[in-house]
């Protein structure tokens, strides 16, 4: 192979190995979303959860694109936009605060557990790709196990809490597909930047709604919490992932999401003290395998 051939072998697996780099680090950034909202409800209700949280990445996102200079969204990308903010800005983290409230963190991965093949299949649906046979049996098989895995927790009971998880869930995986195809053409950081911007309205809302009925107390861990879901979860990690998606696809990247319930359980047993069955090295493995399989399985 000439130095030329190299070069341009190198320049075609590069994108896809920072883009599934980048959108790992999305995964490992929001499997920490769970234990540090549990904290975060330590000093705060769950309607003043989400509306501070909304508002604090609001005005890290507005710094970042005046800063940068950055143009407004096209007119036909609003749309899109206000799908993201709806999804990931708004629902998510509202209805998954309330799930908080009467789940553990570990019953609540179940939804984590979901969302690869809730964004793969709006992503097919939206674009008309249609992934290969081997992508989708590996999802499915990777899918199945981590919600026998989370159900398994919690003996199999359900709570009121999954309608939230369940809620959550689908404005989510709405959110990621239409916020992954619009990462293809504008920068991953902008997307959720102009998001979260335009959640913020609603958010200040809830907040001036909230503040004043819901009692708050400013511990160590609530405020850490805070930090938390406002600078990462809302923002930070959705710079990230929206990069990655942009890069290596939506349902590609959707994918390194079987391994998030995983990575929240474990912090859930270190962070919040919960009881972890032994059986999640098994569960590990067979989730890492489904991982390697779909990141390996080509689109059809």
């Not at 557990?113 to 809730?118: D, N, Q, R």
């Not at 930047?193 to 708050?216: D, I, Q, R, S, T």
């Not at 942009?246 to 859930?268: D, E, F, K, Y």
Request: net charge positive.
């Amino acid at each position: 192979m000439s130095v030329n051939d190299s070069t341009i072998v190198a320049a075609r697996i590069s994108p896809l190995s920072s883009g599934t780099v980048l959108a790992a680090l999305g995964v490992l950034s929001f499997s920490f979303s769970f234990p540090a909202t549990q904290w975060a409800l330590d000093g705060f209700g769950p309607w003043s959860a989400t509306g501070v949280r909304g508002v604090l990445a609001a005005a890290i996102a507005v710094i970042a694109l005046i800063a940068t200079g950055a143009p407004l969204p096209a007119r036909g990308d609003w749309r899109t936009l206000a799908v993201v903010a709806a999804g990931c800005a708004i629902g998510f983290p509202l209805l998954t605060t309330f799930a908080l409230q009467t789940s553990s963190t570990a019953h609540s991965a179940v939804v984590i557990g979901l969302l690869p093949m809730a964004t793969a299949t709006i992503s097919a649906l939206r674009t008309g790709r249609r992934p290969s046979k081997a992508f989708w049996a590996a999802a499915s098989i990777g899918a199945a196990t981590v919600i026998a895995f989370t159900i398994s927790q919690n003996h199999g009971q359900p709570t009121i809490a999954d309608l939230y998880l369940f809620g959550a869930l689908l404005v989510c995986a709405a959110g990621y597909a239409e916020g992954g195809r619009l990462s293809a053409r504008m920068p991953g950081w902008q997307v959720i930047a102009w998001g979260v911007v335009l959640a913020a309205p609603v958010n200040l809302a809830v907040c001036a709604v909230a503040l004043p009925y819901e009692p708050v107390r400013l511990t160590a861990e609530a405020m850490v919490g805070m930090a938390y879901i406002a600078g990462i979860s809302q923002f930070g990690g959705f710079v990230v992932w929206y990069r990655g998606m942009g890069l290596i696809g939506v349902v590609r990247a959707s994918q390194l999401q079987l391994a998030q319930p995983l990575l929240t359980l474990v912090w859930a047993v270190i962070l919040l003290g919960e009881h972890l069955s032994a059986t999640v090295l098994v569960t590990a493995v067979i989730v890492l395998g489904c991982i390697v399989v779909t990141q390996r399985a080509r689109a059809a």
